[in-house]
């Protein structure tokens, strides 16, 4: 290990980077230990640069602790899939691995369109890495301090301009990717073939950025990405052909924050200029070296781009961005966001082709009695000549099937129930993290509550007779927002064991934050306080008016468009 050159009082990640030699650390040592399943503390920070994360069955701790053994370690895999799309050699290969190598034998699609693996003892990781390395995918940066999964608008598809904004988004991807060899020599046995800063990591430098960063490319009207909640984003501006014009680029949206810290917020991505397609890289890139350069390396609750944002202010992170850059952004161009989430059913493309978006509950893929929807994604990627497409909703297209076979993939996904029941838009609408039992940082329940309490809400709506009303309901375990929870109409946040802060007032087109209406709240509350609200909305909403808009309109919350007022 190398001197520290890093003066003191930095995060102490900041030290475990500088002392990694990009990012290998003692990795390899870790896995080759045998007396453990875990991997040596230190390297648990670097592991997530990998793609993974050490976790451990929250669901049998205690009992584990009370037998005096270590807990069940594991670990969760991550896939960097920019713009989550998979052929479906590249399916089956992960559908596979879930089944050989790990405990749960589940997919979890994530709210950033890609998937991950949970339950992978220590010995597999490896086997496992090399694994989705074969079918052309790998895991560098879904996880750590840098450029996470690009993601972009789903159904690409459905006009030039997607098809268009799809390709910058794998672009855009590629060109933020680390460039330490790391990754290679430890999991693909690669030969170590670079010494210096400069070959090892041009752009980052040694020590990273000072937290995570997220991109998004979104194609108005549509917010499915939810710009907001990313520090980097791309808005396409279609020209006179439908083509792309270029993109209006939004910094400092973020959802993080931590319960009763008021120095902590989400945030709305705030506009700061147009740029044309072909600047797209060095603008990308020059935002990310501003956040690299001015981010908070010393409290990483500080740390975000929203949060260097909001203390250079818009304008002077335009303009150090224009210095890197070496070119000056546009007036921003006009746009409109109407709505975020999917848009279910089938889809015609430009090119013919058909597009069907099905709703998986949480985005969990596992085999349910009566609805082997593992089963049946696999049975139909053997029979489907286009594409999967994994939303930012945690949800899946199947894309490009032609007019004659539209109708064999219909009747499969009615086979293995992926179209089955009919759904409400509540649940449509709705996200939960992953939360219990793998998330360490859950405090209550997410992925395992949600769907069976918006069975509850349904009722609820169908007494108020507004069954029909869409509206954009998130859960997450904790305050972390991995759900987006922050940008959703009617949102639940764990506080903790069965308890939650109820949020309400966003715009279901992820354009204004919400805000808390009610504190650490037990389900007989929750429900109490949807039958009041819904009672209300139902007699006193005006013509189209949003759920959200109307509790806003009748000042249960305020109107929350800039983070700094979120806790006011
Ligand atoms: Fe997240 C940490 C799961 C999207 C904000 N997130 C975690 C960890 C890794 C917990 C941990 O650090 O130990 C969770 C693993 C749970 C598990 O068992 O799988 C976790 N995050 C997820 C996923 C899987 C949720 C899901 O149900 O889909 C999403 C994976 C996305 C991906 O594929 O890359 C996921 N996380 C998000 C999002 C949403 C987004 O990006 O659109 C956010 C809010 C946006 C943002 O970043 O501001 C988000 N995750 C966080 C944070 C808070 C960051 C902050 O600024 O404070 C943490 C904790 C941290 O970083 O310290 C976190
Ligand atoms: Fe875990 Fe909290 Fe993220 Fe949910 S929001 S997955 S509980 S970190």
Redesign the pocket.
């Known amino acids: 290990m190398s001197k520290t050159t890093l003066p003191e009082g930095l995060a102490v990640n900041e030290y475990l980077k500088d002392n990694s030699n990009y990012l290998r650390g003692t990795i390899e040592e870790s896995l080759a230990d045998q007396t453990t399943g875990a991997v040596a503390n230190d390297d648990t920070q670097l592991t997530k640069f990998h793609g993974f994360?050490m976790?451990d069955d929250r669901d049998i701790r205690n009992e584990r602790k009370k037998q005096k053994l270590e807990p069940k370690h594991s670990f969760?895999l991550?896939a960097r899939v920019p713009g989550g799309v998979a052929n479906m050699e590249q399916w089956l290969a992960i559908d596979k691995i879930a089944d050989d190598l790990t405990d749960y034998g589940s997919l979890?699609l994530?709210?950033?369109q890609?998937f991950?693996y949970?339950g992978i003892l220590k010995p597999n990781l490896k086997p496992l890495i090399q694994g989705i390395c074969k079918a052309g995918l790998d895991s560098i940066a879904?996880?750590g301090d840098v450029n996470?999964?690009v993601m972009c608008n789903t159904n690409p598809v459905d006009s030039r301009l997607h098809a268009e904004t799809y390709e910058w988004s794998v672009k855009i991807s590629e060109h933020l990717l680390p460039q330490t060899r790391a990754y290679y020599e430890i999991w693909l046995d690669e030969e170590r073939i670079a010494d210096s800063e400069a070959e090892q990591e041009p752009v980052y430098g040694k020590w990273y950025l000072p937290?995570?960063f997220?991109i998004a490319v979104a194609v108005p009207p549509h917010n499915d990405v939810?710009i907001s909640?990313n520090d980097l984003s791309f808005i396409a501006i279609a020209n006179k052909e439908g083509g792309l014009e270029g993109f209006n680029v939004a910094v400092g949206g973020?959802?993080?924050s931590t319960h009763g810290d008021v120095e902590t917020y989400p945030q709305l991505a705030r506009v700061i200029g147009f740029i044309k397609p072909e600047d797209t890289l060095n603008v990308a890139q020059s935002v990310m070296l501003v956040q690299r350069d001015f981010g908070n390396r010393v409290d990483r609750k500080n740390a975000?781009t929203k949060y260097t944002v909001d203390t250079l202010g818009p304008d002077k992170f335009r303009e150090e961005t224009e210095a890197r850059a070496g070119l000056k952004l546009e007036p921003a161009r006009d746009f409109e966001f109407t709505q975020q989430g999917d848009r279910f059913g089938w889809i015609k493309g430009i090119d013919e082709n058909w597009h069907l978006t099905l709703f998986l509950e949480a985005?969990r893929i596992v085999d349910k009695p009566g609805q082997p929807i593992k089963t049946g994604l696999r049975e139909i990627a053997k029979v489907h000549k286009g594409d999967y497409r994994m939303t930012?909703n945690?949800n899946i297209i199947i894309a490009n099937v032609a007019e004659a076979d539209k109708a064999e993939i219909e009747g499969m996904c009615r086979k293995y129930g992926l179209l089955g029941e009919v759904l409400s838009p509540l649940m449509l609408d709705s996200i939960a993290?992953?939360a219990m039992p793998?998330?360490?940082?859950a405090m209550a329940e997410s992925?395992r509550y949600l769907p069976r309490l918006i069975e509850k809400f349904d009722v609820i709506a169908e007494k108020h007779g507004i069954a029909d009303q869409p509206m954009v309901i998130r859960m997450t375990g904790c305050p972390?927002?991995?759900?987006?929870p922050f940008l959703a109409e009617i949102a639940f946040v764990g506080k903790g064991p069965g308890k939650y802060n109820m949020y309400l007032g966003a715009d279901g087109r992820g354009t204004r934050l919400n805000q808390m209406y009610k504190e650490n709240i037990g389900e007989e509350e929750i429900l109490s306080e949807i039958d009041s609200l819904f009672g209300q909305y139902s007699k006193e909403r005006e013509t189209n008016e949003g759920f959200g808009d109307f509790v806003v309109r009748k000042g249960f919350v305020n109107a929350v468009y800039d983070g700094r007022e979120f806790h006011a």
Request: overall charge positive.
């Open positions: 994360y976790q969760m991550r979890r994530t709210t950033r890609t991950q949970h879904a996880c996470r999964n937290r995570k997220k939810d909640a973020g959802m993080g975000r985005g930012a945690q993290c992953v793998t998330c360490a940082l992925e972390n927002g991995c759900g987006r």
